[in-house]
């Protein structure tokens, strides 16, 4: 089966505040975002149905990936996402932070979604609080966040479970060998950190330090998969919680946005990016 991948930030918002997070977007054509309006949903929904078609016999189905801001955090609006895309057949899977799971989620999870990505860049209270993975000053509980992995894998052992670590001048030099073997992800995508953001710059690494991390790792290296920035360029489909298409080309440090998907059509809006369909098949295979 070849599958479209579609990255839709649902919200901005999130209850962490990571240093070097890229969930902020600019020139806000509206002030809601459209995953509190159960009309746009809908529309921006049969839009990207229409998607495959514009790449005649190269893809038959859809998993829509669910990204934020945290994309749990508004559970209404999720439950009716999801229902939506169900509707229209298109497969499921979301990252998460994790901290706003319950049972109650994690069954949902469960029954809905093929891929479940959890996002880890630390297993030290100290790093997660440096980097801003903390609410009201306690960070990110890692022993809850296996519990959830458990129980999400009890209700459904054969869902996907991938971990994302983005390594940063914070936490390039730890060990998280344990924490893999514990929760066994079925991929683990480790990004050097993008400095996206001016407030990211001193948290730069160096290509030296990136490839050390991997190397203290590469006993995991078969669930490995790690991306430089060129890869990163260009390879994503990424809609923006306001309904737009928005990519971070080369040497440009700023987005480029569509117009809103649901308001002009997919066809308009996607003519609108630049997109690598070569090395988008390319990093789906590998
Ligand atoms: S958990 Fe993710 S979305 Fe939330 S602030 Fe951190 S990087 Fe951003």
């Not at 790449?55 to 038959?60: G, Q």
């Not at 480790?190 to 790792?217: A, G, N, V, Y």
């Not at 998907?261 to 809006?269: D, L, P, R």
């Amino acid at each position: 089966m070849k599958e479209l991948t579609i990255n839709w930030h649902i919200t901005e918002a999130c209850n962490f505040k990571c240093t070097y997070c890229f969930a902020h977007w600019e020139n806000k054509p509206c002030k809601r975002e459209i995953l509190h309006s159960s009309d746009d949903i809908c529309m921006l929904l049969n839009e990207l149905e229409k998607l495959p078609y514009l790449f005649p016999d190269k893809f038959d189905t859809i998993r829509l990936n669910l990204v934020g801001g945290e994309t749990f955090l508004y559970r209404s609006a999720i439950l009716n996402i999801i229902e939506e895309a169900k509707k229209r057949k298109f497969r499921l899977s979301a990252i998460t932070n994790g901290s706003k799971l319950d049972p109650e989620l994690n069954k949902i999870i469960a029954d809905n979604f093929s891929i479940i990505g959890f996002s880890v860049d630390s297993i030290s209270d100290t790093t997660n609080l440096a980097i801003g993975r903390k609410e009201k000053n306690v960070a990110i509980q890692i022993d809850e966040l296996v519990k959830h992995i458990y129980e999400i894998r009890k209700y459904k052992p054969s869902i996907k479970l991938k971990i994302n670590t983005v390594v940063n001048k914070l936490n390039h030099f730890e060990d998280l060998n344990s924490f893999i073997q514990e929760t066994k992800p079925n991929k683990w995508k480790i990004f050097k950190m993008l400095p996206i953001l001016p407030s990211s710059d001193p948290l730069k690494i160096t290509d030296e330090q990136f490839h050390m991390f991997l190397e203290r790792h590469q006993k995991h290296l078969d669930i490995i998969s790690h991306e430089n920035n060129d890869e990163m360029t260009e390879t994503y489909l990424m809609i923006d919680p306001n309904g737009r298409f928005f990519q971070n080309g080369k040497n440009q440090e700023k987005y480029t946005y569509s117009l809103e998907i649901h308001k002009v059509g997919i066809e308009t809006a996607f003519s609108q990016i630049r997109f690598d369909i070569d090395k988008f098949k390319q990093r789906y295979k590998k």
